[in-house]
């Protein structure tokens, strides 16, 4: 039989306790979620700014048509997870919300903190854990998601129209939630 030295046996322990403790460590998706986010709506800011600045909200308009939902999707790729901007009320078709997601948009919504926050969501399943963030609606957003004619231009109302017919993601004020973001992390 060999004999273990206290360095080999101190060794031994000290793996078996990071073992032990890298298995039991728990992911903060919520943390992640918001990072990724964070980082989205910074980018999405500063390029609409760019481009409203360049050329008004008409210019805007096609840029985010083109580019936002590629942006959105290249950011979930490059974190390792699928990246979703979701409203009950959207302007793309391809970010209407699922019937469970509506029932999420939905028990968000109703809790708003007196301060104006919204909550965020985490939902497990066995395959995958899903954070909703809150997309509130911000002064900016009023020049293309505001009240027709009021907070909205008619040439830009006119470039809307054109550019997303059906489109439902009017009439916001701000602090309104307009959508969400969902990240969804693979287990």
């Known amino acids: 039989?060999?004999?273990?030295?206290?360095r080999e046996l101190g060794i031994t322990v000290c793996i078996s306790i990071l073992l032990a403790c890298f298995?039991?460590?728990?992911?903060?998706?919520e943390v992640i979620a918001k990072g990724i986010t964070k980082e989205a709506k910074t980018n999405l800011t500063e390029k609409l700014t760019t481009s409203i600045a360049a050329g008004g909200t008409v210019q805007a308009i096609p840029f985010c048509k083109q580019n936002a939902v590629a942006f959105t999707n290249t950011l979930g790729t490059k974190?390792?997870?699928?990246?979703?901007?979701?409203?009950?009320?959207p302007r793309n078709p391809l970010n209407v919300v699922s019937d469970e997601e509506r029932r999420i948009f939905l028990e968000i919504s109703a809790n708003q903190s007196k301060e104006g926050e919204y909550p965020t969501k985490t939902v497990t399943t066995e395959d995958f854990v899903t954070v909703y963030i809150p997309i509130p609606t911000a002064g900016l957003c009023l020049q293309c998601h505001g009240e027709p004619n009021l907070d909205i231009k008619k040439d830009t109302l006119k470039i809307l129209q054109k550019e997303y017919p059906g489109d439902l993601a009017l009439g916001y004020r701000v602090g309104d939630l307009r959508?969400?973001?969902s990240v969804r992390f693979p287990k």
């Open 1 to 6: 039989m060999k004999k273990i030295s206290l």
């Open 23 to 29: 298995g039991c460590q728990k992911v903060d998706y």
């Open 179 to 181: 959508g969400l973001f």
């Open 79 to 89: 974190n390792g997870v699928l990246l979703r901007r979701i409203s009950d009320k």
